[in-house]
């Protein structure tokens, strides 16, 4: 039967990943500044993430922290933008936009190359070298900083 339904290709598509696990790949040519999607999950209090997860020792996570204190965790009704991966030389960003988050491209993208952003991700801690190998960057760019760790801030010394 004929239909009136157009099908829209979809621009990007989750599959395994050399980077680690799955990664989300581009379908079609992508230009630059184009916002792809939303990085959707439950929203949590820091304190609600420190019970879920407090017996979890392992660095993979889905979670996302926001500059209000909030935190999305994907693992409860994410959508595919929960398996684009971090990169020291990224293709995307993660953009606030009033309380969301939106993952949009930096730059033009050919299809089938990976999507990816800048997890900036801070922790208190030293980094020592056991927390560096524990989030090794597999990211593979030219400068991969070898940790998907963002590095801390200089404070100044009085
Ligand atoms: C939001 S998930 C991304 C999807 C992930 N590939 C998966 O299959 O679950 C984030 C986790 O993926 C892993 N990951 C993402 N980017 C990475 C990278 N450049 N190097 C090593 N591991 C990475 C880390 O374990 C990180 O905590
Ligand atoms: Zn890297």
Known sequence: MASNKRKTQRRFVA????????????????????RLIEYK?????EA???????DDDDP?????????GMVIDASVGGNSARWINH??????????DGDRIYIETLRAI??????????????????????KRLYQCRCGA?????TILQPKK???KK
């Open 15 to 34: 599959r395994n990943s050399g980077i680690h696990g799955k990664g989300v790949f581009a379908t079609m040519r992508i230009p630059a500044h184009t």
């Open 41 to 45: 999950g439950q929203r949590l209090s």
């Open 48 to 54: 609600q993430v420190d019970k879920r997860y407090a």
């Open 60 to 68: 993979h996570t889905f979670l996302f922290s926001l500059d209000d």
């Open 87 to 96: 990169s020291c030389a990224p293709n995307c960003e993660a953009v606030d």
């Open 110 to 131: 050919r299809p089938g190359e990976e999507l990816s952003y800048n997890y900036g991700i801070e922790l208190e801690e030293r980094h020592t070298p056991e927390l």
């Open 142 to 146: 030219r400068h991969c900083k070898g």
């Open 154 to 156: 200089k404070t100044k």
